[in-house]
């Protein structure tokens, strides 16, 4: 038979950080999911509700708070604690520099 000539490539999913509002392939993302009012990291994905997906980088963190584009997200009305999000995201960075991978 034939081959029409068309590769078949798979379709990788793509996100928007709410905080630089890049689009990046999910997996490069963190999940971000709301709990009681406390914003709370989901790298696996496997929490329920809505979600948020954000670069694993505090200056992505600093503007998605900055433009409050957390509550915006959930669709949830008033401000929501990061600091749980925030502490995650510093961990995994200061972990990352200690094994050599970031520069």
């Given at each position: 038979?034939?081959?029409?000539?068309?590769?078949?490539?798979?379709?990788?999913?793509?996100?928007?950080?709410?905080?630089?509002?890049k689009r990046a392939a999910k997996h490069q993302l963190l999940?971000?999911?709301?709990?009681?009012?406390?914003?709370?990291?989901?790298?696996?994905?496997?929490?329920?509700?809505?979600?948020?997906?954000?670069?694993?980088?505090?200056?992505?963190?600093?503007?998605?708070?900055?433009?409050?584009?957390?509550?915006?997200?959930?669709?949830?009305?008033?401000?929501?604690?990061?600091?749980?999000?925030r502490e995650f995201i510093e961990e995994r960075a200061g972990?990352a520099s200690q094994t050599g991978h970031l520069p």
């Amino acid at each position: 038979m034939p081959s029409s000539g068309r590769t078949h490539v798979r379709a990788r999913p793509e996100r928007t950080c709410v905080g630089c509002r890049k689009r990046a392939a999910k997996h490069q993302l963190l999940r971000v999911t709301a709990v009681e009012g406390v914003c709370v990291p989901d790298p696996r994905g496997a929490l329920p509700g809505r979600g948020a997906h954000l670069h694993p980088d505090s200056a992505c963190l600093d503007l998605a708070v900055r433009r409050r584009a957390f509550p915006r997200a959930f669709r949830l009305q008033g401000a929501l604690d990061t600091e749980r999000l925030r502490e995650f995201i510093e961990e995994r960075a200061g972990g990352a520099s200690q094994t050599g991978h970031l520069p």
